[in-house]
């Protein structure tokens, strides 16, 4: 399977400030068609996770522009612009070029 | 609008056997992979496998094979998820998504699954 490695696992942050999470692959995502299917997850207190960014840079139906992904091959980051307070939670990279699909342990988002 | 609506919270005792579903709507159920996720407490999220209801081709996680039972009922939009013997260590939030390609988009409400003697 492959691994999937979130930093920081914890991330206090200021109200309006921007964050970054980190997400390494244990090897490559690009799969054979070309694409890299490396998606960010949120997942709110007491909610199911909801998909924000799919693809590496892909916003989703709804997601506000304040998100944004980049990256490739194994090293990827998910950008806040200026963390808002419903951002709280925990948020999760998640790779699907390879069967099994498989998670990060997940960042936790807090605001100080 | 797309929507996974799953089945209610459940108790049960180790060794019980259970069935827990996921109705789509909004969409066309057959066109899409339905996979499962498990989120045990205050921990992360595992993939456990995927069906297509179209023709009901079935994969597994290795880490789940043969712990559950993936199918669905395309007559009625629902997939499921069942254990022939429960065991304390079940207990968690399992979400079913859908899955367009190699892509999860949506997430169920999730159903919570406690084991306990």
């Known amino acids: 399977d492959i691994l999937m490695t979130q930093t920081p696992l914890s991330s206090p942050v200021t109200l309006g400030q921007p964050a970054s999470i980190s997400c390494r692959s244990s090897?490559?995502?690009?799969?054979?068609?070309?694409?890299?299917?490396l998606s960010w997850l949120q997942q709110r207190p007491g909610q199911p996770p909801r998909l924000l960014i799919y693809?590496?840079?892909n916003r989703f139906s709804g997601v506000p522009d304040r998100f944004s992904g980049s990256g490739a091959g194994t090293d990827f980051t998910l950008k806040i612009s200026r963390v808002e307070a419903e951002d709280v939670g925990v948020y999760y990279c998640?790779?699907?070029?390879?069967?099994?699909?498989?998670f990060g342990q997940g960042t936790k988002l807090e605001i100080k | 609008e797309v929507q996974l609506v799953q089945s209610g919270a459940e108790v049960k005792k180790p060794g019980e056997s259970l069935k827990i579903s996921c109705k789509g709507s909004?969409?066309?159920?057959?066109?899409?992979?339905i996979g499962w996720v498990r989120q045990m407490p205050g921990k992360g999220l595992e993939w456990m496998g995927i069906?297509?209801?179209?023709?009901?081709?079935?994969r597994y996680s290795p880490s789940f094979q043969g712990q559950v039972t993936i199918s669905a009922d395309k007559s009625i939009s629902t997939a499921y998820l069942q254990w022939s013997s429960l065991k304390a260590s079940d207990t968690a939030m399992y979400y079913c998504?859908?899955?367009?390609?190699?892509?999860?988009?949506?997430w169920g409400q999730g159903t919570l699954v406690t084991v306990s003697s």
């Open positions: 693809k590496i840079s």
């Open positions: 090897q490559s995502l690009v799969h054979s068609d070309g694409n890299t299917y």
């Open positions: 998640m790779q699907a070029t390879q069967f099994p699909d498989t």
């Open positions: 998504v859908r899955r367009p390609g190699l892509v999860i988009d949506y």
């Open positions: 909004g969409y066309s159920f057959t066109s899409y992979w």
């Open positions: 069906i297509y209801p179209g023709d009901s081709d079935t």
